[in-house]
């Protein structure tokens, strides 16, 4: 019964310092898509809501449908036009023309338009044509937004592409005037383009994910903000023996006893998410213990006898030691990993 610990009073804190930058809880929307990061779905929805915030964004319909009680409003991410209509609450980002002839009438949507990351949306000379589509097809036009590619890197990227956001919703609004539909929501920044904010935001609210979690990839020797990391995981102690000197333990036998020790089995490996550490470098867990051997399917090993160990309060160590980065290994743990609220 392997464990994760929300640290709420964190998260709370986390929703405080970026609601403040964006300019009020309303102008914040809480990205819970991939299972929260890997939180917990449903119970950082009740976190959020609970909190004030009144927006979120999702993967796709079934998470929208896991949290449609929790919110005014839930942006689909990254999900295919619905066979058919759903509930009000609900809407979809288009991200291409194609796309946008597919879904039924009066449907809620918001147009991605590329403004330089080129991954999805469309194009600033498509926005005028999407528009007219989108009023002769009824469907309901709630946003537009772009999303930055560089938003992490202290170049002069973020900026070029936020120069290009201005230019589409220059063209945006003129468009939607003349069409006489009504004014949607623009919105651009994820954590770190909002993290690097100034003087607030230009938009009517920012999208954020990882830094309500606590993290960002900003460059700490260039910027802190004082982010609190919220999830911990922890695994319970499934089998104790003595590692005689010169027996190995695990597949591999990667680690070798110098003298006799105590050493305990715990209920978490990489089937659960947790990366798979092959036992030849130094890999410690929160309290300073190293992972003797290879980490298996369901279990790996320390020294020792603890009924229950932490393995992370801090993910970033774990991102920097296997070079990813701190969503990758979030996303990853499993949802039936028991998750608790530390009250
Ligand atoms: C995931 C995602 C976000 C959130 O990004 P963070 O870096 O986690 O804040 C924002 N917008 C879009 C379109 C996304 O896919």
Redesign the pocket.
């Known amino acids: 019964m392997s464990k994760i610990l929300i640290d709420k009073e964190a998260y709370f804190h986390n929703l405080a310092l970026l609601s403040k930058k964006a300019g009020g809880v309303d102008r914040l929307m809480a990205?819970i898509?991939d299972n929260a990061?890997g939180h917990g779905l449903e119970l950082m929805a009740g976190l959020a809501s609970e909190f004030g915030i009144k927006l979120a964004?999702v993967k796709n319909l079934q998470e929208a449908l896991h949290v449609e009680n929790y919110f005014d409003e839930i942006l689909i991410?990254?999900d295919h036009p619905p066979s058919t209509s759903v509930g009000d609450k609900i809407s979809f980002?288009v991200h291409s023309l194609e796309f946008l002839k597919s879904f039924p009438v009066k449907s809620n949507i918001h147009l991605n338009i590329d403004t330089g990351m080129h991954r999805n949306g469309v194009s600033m000379s498509e926005i005028e044509n999407a528009l007219k589509f989108i009023k002769d097809t009824g469907l309901n036009l709630k946003g537009i937004?772009t999303?930055f590619r560089s938003?992490d890197d202290f170049n002069g990227e973020l900026f070029w592409q936020q120069e290009n956001w201005k230019e589409a919703k220059k063209i945006a609004k003129q468009s939607i005037k003349s069409l006489g539909l009504s004014m949607p929501k623009f919105h651009s920044c994820?954590?770190?383009a909002l993290l690097r904010a100034k003087n607030g935001i230009k938009d009517d609210f920012a999208?954020?994910?990882?830094?309500t979690y606590g993290y960002t990839h900003i460059d700490k020797n260039i910027a802190t903000f004082n982010l609190k990391p919220v999830l911990s995981l922890y695994a319970h102690r499934l089998s104790t023996r003595v590692l005689k000197k010169d027996q190995k333990v695990g597949y591999g036998g990667v680690y070798k006893a110098c003298e006799d020790m105590c050493i305990s089995t715990y209920d978490i490996g990489y089937g659960d998410g947790f990366f798979r550490y092959d036992g030849k470098g130094d890999l410690k867990i929160s309290n300073g213990q190293k992972i003797l051997g290879r980490v298996s399917m369901d279990s790996f090993c320390i020294e020792g006898e603890k009924d229950e160990v932490c393995l992370f309060d801090d993910v970033s160590e774990f991102s920097e030691y296997f070079g990813t980065i701190t969503?990758e290994i979030l996303t990853k743990l499993m949802p039936w990993i028991q998750r608790e609220v530390n009250l």
């Open positions: 990205v898509k990061y964004a991410l990254a980002a937004f999303h938003a994820n954590s770190s999208r954020c994910g990882i830094a969503y």
